[in-house]
Structure formats: C-alpha cells, structure tokens
C-alpha cells in the first residue's frame, strides 16, 4: 500500500472499471466525466460520478485505487451552473487514464500509452482539452477492461 496522494484530477466508474481524467483548469475534465457517465447509462451500462476536481489515489493490491476528497464527495462542476450534488461511487479501481491537453503530438510515442501513479502502472490515452471524446473514451475503456480496442 501507498500513502494516498491528491491530485487534481476526475473520476468516473463504468461498470466496474474507473476512468481517472487528468488535466488543467478549463480543460474539459468535469465536462467529458458527465459525458462518460451519461452515454454509459444511455446504453444501460452502469455509470456513475466518484470524484471532480480533486482526486485522492493510493495502491491497494497492486491496483490503482481513486476515492473523492472530502467534503466534495458528490459534487461536480457544471459550466455556467456551478457546483451540484449528484450520486456518486465511494472508490473505483483505475483501469484508464486520460490526459487532456492543449498540445498532443499527431502520433503518440509508445511510452505514451502507460503512466505510472503511486507505483502502479495504468494505461493512458492522451486526447485534445475540450473536445467531445466520450465516445472514444468509452471506446477505450472498453478495449482496456476488455484488451481489444474498437474506435
């Protein structure tokens, strides 16, 4: 086990698998979470908020663990709203990580496709800040819970 860090940071659950989203201020992480979850319910799969904006994580088991920080548990940003509360899971396992951001090379370098938080390694997918990716988030999460990626 590690000592849980916080980092700034998103997380859904879908079915049993947790999608970690990382990125800056502004860059669409609440905004593709909400996205995820409803498409995931849309085709009634399970689908659910852990985390927004802060995201404790530690090892557990060889396994890449996210909880939300408290006193946010349930609560997500939603532009031009503001904060609202929401269901939300207490824990997710990480089974994929996305980065958002503003400058992605064309091609991703094999290194690329893993990052390493808290000693575990999970597989990555980087992707632009602010564009609608759910569906290639899905898509990608499904690939790695499954090991066959169909975008």
Do not use: N, W
Request: charged share 20%; proline share 5%.
């Amino acid at each position: 086990m590690s000592d849980p860090q916080t980092i700034h940071a998103g997380c859904v659950l879908i079915g049993e698998a947790g999608l970690l989203i990382r990125g800056a201020s502004g860059s669409g992480k609440s905004t593709l979470a909400r996205e995820v979850v409803s498409r995931a319910l849309q085709a009634r799969r399970f689908g659910r908020l852990v985390s927004d904006d802060r995201t404790r994580i530690a090892a557990r088991h060889g396994r890449l663990v996210a909880q939300p920080v408290e006193p946010l548990g349930g609560c997500i940003e939603v532009f031009g709203l503001g904060i609202i509360r929401q269901p939300h899971e207490p824990a997710a396992v990480i089974r994929l990580v996305i980065d958002l951001s503003e400058d992605l090379p064309r091609y991703p370098e094999e290194q690329d496709g893993h990052v390493v938080l808290c000693g575990v390694m999970v597989p990555r997918i980087r992707m632009q800040a602010g564009a609608v990716s759910a569906d290639i988030a899905l898509a990608c999460l499904s690939g790695v819970c499954d090991t066959v990626v169909t975008l």
